[in-house]
């Protein structure tokens, strides 16, 4: 069983997740910045200009927190007619809302509350879907991975952006200490909850990757054709394709 935020309570995974996120929403993007030193940013950057490699009218950003992906997506020269972000947190999805208006982007932007493992969308719809830190949140991957298969067209992609682990010396070790140690103390304290940095780490060392989720994509029957570790492999972006 994967981890889960508070373990020493019942509920599920999916319901720690939604109450954690909703509880460290305002401090999010602080705690995101502050953290990965800004390199965050970079990452999701870099799969936006993958997807934008080929036209994609509309998009689905599955848990697109407080919408940077989907407002990186909206910001390109060839822009999508329509992006759609989905999140199950209330509290991140207001604070996405609020940066879309800011940005007067509304019309582009159409922000859903929503599950990962049940898309309240039709079969065959969209371009691209594209997630970015959430699939090491679902409470089931393989649901999750099914569903975001069903809603792509034939011959569309999936995009992962996800959290891996370095294997080279010396970063693997300095990374290692960073993320088990530092991270987990000052996110703690930025964010009043202890618990959700603990479980960053946790959930991560958990997380199946480079190959190991190559395999979790073809069996929920998506075709891997491309992973790029980036910055000495602490992130992976995954693109897979709908046969
Ligand atoms: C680490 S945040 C990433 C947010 C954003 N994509 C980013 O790059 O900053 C993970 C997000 O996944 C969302 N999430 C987790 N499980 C989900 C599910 N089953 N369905 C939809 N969203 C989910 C959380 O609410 C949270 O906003």
Do not use: C
């Not at 599920?12 to 954690?20: F, G, L």
């Not at 390199?39 to 848990?63: F, G, N, S």
């Not at 208006?101 to 509350?113: A, R």
């Not at 809603?151 to 200490?177: D, H, I, N, R, T």
């Amino acid at each position: 069983m994967s981890v889960k935020p508070y373990e020493k309570q019942e509920d599920s995974k999916k319901e720690q997740v939604r109450m954690m996120f909703n509880r460290i929403a305002p401090r999010y993007d602080l705690l995101n910045r502050v953290l990965s030193f800004g390199i965050d940013r970079i990452w999701r950057r870099r799969l936006v200009r993958l997807v934008r490699k080929k036209a994609a009218a509309t998009v689905l950003d599955v848990a697109t927190g407080t919408g940077d992906l989907a407002l990186a997506l909206a910001a390109t020269r060839r822009k999508p007619l329509t992006v759609y972000g989905l999140d199950i947190s209330s509290g991140m999805l207001e604070l996405a809302r609020k940066k879309v208006n800011k940005k007067g982007l509304q019309d582009l932007i159409v922000l859903k509350e929503g599950d990962s493992e049940a898309l309240p969308f039709d079969d065959n719809y969209f371009d691209a879907v594209t997630v970015a830190f959430g699939v090491r949140n679902f409470g089931d991957l393989a649901k999750g991975l099914a569903e975001m298969r069903r809603v792509l067209k034939p011959g569309a992609s999936l995009y992962v952006l996800e959290f891996s682990k370095p294997s080279v010396f010396p970063v693997k070790q300095l990374y290692g200490f960073y993320f088990s140690h530092i991270l987990p103390w000052w996110g703690g304290v930025i964010s009043k909850d202890k618990a959700a940095y603990s479980y960053l780490p946790a959930s991560v060392m958990d997380f199946p990757e480079g190959a190991a989720f190559e395999a979790e994509l073809r069996r929920a029957g998506l075709n891997p054709t491309r992973s790029r570790r980036q910055t000495f492999g602490i992130a992976t972006i995954y693109i897979s394709e709908k046969g």
